[in-house]
C-alpha cells in the first residue's frame, strides 16, 4: 500500500507546491503589468496547481503536455491580452509545463550523484538558477535593443503597433538612416581604419612580450606582466587622461596615429593573457629539438611554435579588435572630429539628438560581437586538441 501511495505522496507534497510558487511568480509579473498584483499572484498559483495536476496525472507524454499547454496558454493570451499576449501566453504555458514533467520525473536530480542528499540538491538546482538569472539579466537588455531597431516611428519604445504585431509597425528605415546618412558612414569609415591597425600593433607587440615573459630566465616578470595589463586593470578615465596629457605634449593628440596607438594599448593586455594562456601547455622540447636541428629562432618560432599558439593570437587579436571598435572614452579625450568612430557618433547621437539609428547601429554591433566570440570559441576548442587537451 505504501509503494502505490508514493507517487500521489510526492504529487501533493512536492510537485503541486512548487508548481503553485512557480504559478504565483508569472501570476505576479502579468497581474503587475494589468494593474493587479494580488490578484495575478492568486490566479497564476492556482493555474500552476492545476496544471501541474493534469499534466503529471493524465498526460504522460512529455512532448504532447508541453505542447498542449503552450497551446492553450497562448490562446489565453490572446483571449485576455491580444495578439501581443499570444507570445506571452505560450512561453508561461511552455515553461511551467516544462517545470511540471521535470520535478515530477525527477529531472531535478540529473547531474547530482545518486547519493546525494536532498540539500546538495537543492543547491545544485539552486546554482543553475542563481547562474541562469544572471545570464537573463545579461542577456535581457541585448534582446530588447534588438526589436526596436526595426520601430517604425522614432520612439526608443515599444509601440502599441508593434506590440500588436502590426506589419507597418516595423521597418527598416533605422538601418537605410545609417547606411545613407554620411555622418554614420564617415565614423564608420573611421572605425575600419583605426581598429585593424590597432589590432595589428596589439598582436604583434602582445605575442612578443608573451613569449618573452614565458621564459622562465626573464628578472621580474611578475612586475612586468602587472605593468603590462594595467591598462585593463586601470579605470579607463584614468587612462583616458593620462594619454591626453602625453599625445598633448608630443604632438600625437587629435591625430590618427595618436588613436590607433592609444587602442593599440588596451588590446596588448588582451593578447598578453590569451597567448601566456596558450603557451602554458606548449612543449619546449619542440624549440630545443628545431635547434638542435639547425633552425634559427626566426625560423624556430614561424615553423614550430607559431602555429602551434596561433589560435591563441588569433583569440586575443579578436578581443583587442573588439576593444578598439567598441571603445569611446579613449577616443573622446585622444581624438579630434576627424577620428570620430562609430561608438563616438553613438554617444553624440544619445546626448545631442536621441537619434533612433542607434538602435540599428547596436543591432550590428552586436550581431559582429556574436560572430567574433564564435570565431574565439571554435579558436579556443583548436588550441585545446592541438595541445592535447580535450579529445579530437
Avoid at 618573452?212 to 630566465?217: E, F, I, T, W
Avoid at 559582429?368 to 564564435?374: A, C, H
Wanted: aromatic share 12%; net charge positive.
Amino acid at each position: 500500500m505504501r509503494n502505490s501511495t508514493k507517487p500521489e505522496v510526492d504529487l501533493i507534497r512536492f510537485v503541486l507546491p512548487l508548481m503553485a510558487v512557480a504559478g504565483a511568480f508569472f501570476g505576479f509579473l502579468v497581474g503587475t503589468a494589468n494593474g493587479s498584483s494580488l490578484l495575478g499572484i492568486v490566479i497564476g498559483a492556482v493555474c500552476g496547481v492545476a496544471l501541474g495536476w493534469l499534466l503529471t496525472s493524465f498526460v504522460p507524454s512529455k512532448r504532447t503536455g508541453i505542447g498542449a499547454a503552450s497551446v492553450i496558454f497562448g490562446i489565453a493570451g490572446l483571449i485576455f491580452a491580444g495578439t501581443s499576449g499570444v507570445v506571452g501566453g505560450l512561453v508561461i504555458g511552455f515553461v511551467l509545463s516544462w517545470f511540471s514533467y521535470w520535478l515530477s520525473t525527477g529531472g531535478y536530480r540529473s547531474g547530482t550523484p545518486i547519493y546525494a542528499t536532498p540539500g546538495q540538491v537543492l543547491w545544485h538546482n539552486t546554482f543553475k538558477f542563481i547562474c541562469g538569472a544572471i545570464f537573463f539579466f545579461l542577456i535581457a537588455p541585448i534582446i530588447t535593443v534588438m526589436p526596436l531597431s526595426f520601430n517604425a516611428e522614432d520612439f526608443f519604445t515599444f509601440t502599441p503597433a508593434m506590440l500588436a504585431f502590426d506589419p507597418e509597425g516595423y521597418s527598416l528605415k533605422h538601418y537605410r538612416d545609417f547606411f545613407t546618412n554620411p555622418d554614420w558612414q564617415q565614423a564608420m569609415v573611421n572605425s575600419v581604419q583605426i581598429a585593424p591597425a590597432a589590432t595589428l600593433i596589439s598582436v604583434t607587440l602582445g605575442t612578443l612580450a608573451a613569449i618573452g615573459l614565458s621564459q622562465s630566465h626573464v628578472p621580474f616578470r611578475r612586475a612586468i606582466m602587472a605593468i603590462l595589463i594595467s591598462p585593463m586593470i586601470v579605470p579607463l578615465i584614468i587612462s583616458a587622461a593620462g594619454m591626453y596629457f602625453f599625445y598633448s605634449r608630443i604632438g600625437l593628440q587629435g591625430t590618427y596615429i595618436g588613436v590607433v596607438l592609444a587602442h593599440a594599448a588596451l588590446g596588448i593586455p588582451f593578447v598578453i593573457i590569451t597567448v601566456t594562456a596558450t603557451l602554458v601547455g606548449f612543449d619546449k622540447s619542440l624549440t630545443r629539438a628545431a635547434a638542435n636541428m639547425g633552425a634559427d629562432p626566426v625560423t624556430t618560432f614561424f615553423r614550430v611554435q607559431m602555429p602551434l599558439i596561433l589560435p591563441g593570437v588569433i583569440s586575443g587579436g579578436l578581443f583587442a579588435f573588439i576593444t578598439s571598435f567598441d571603445e569611446v572614452v579613449v577616443v573622446l579625450f585622444v581624438g579630434s572630429a576627424g577620428q570620430k568612430t562609430l561608438p563616438w557618433q553613438m554617444f553624440t547621437g544619445l546626448r545631442e539628438q536621441i537619434s533612433p539609428t542607434i538602435l540599428a547601429v547596436a543591432t550590428i554591433l552586436v550581431i559582429i560581437s556574436i560572430i567574433l566570440l564564435t570565431v574565439v570559441e571554435l579558436l579556443r576548442r583548436r588550441s585545446e586538441r592541438l595541445r592535447g587537451m580535450s579529445p579530437g
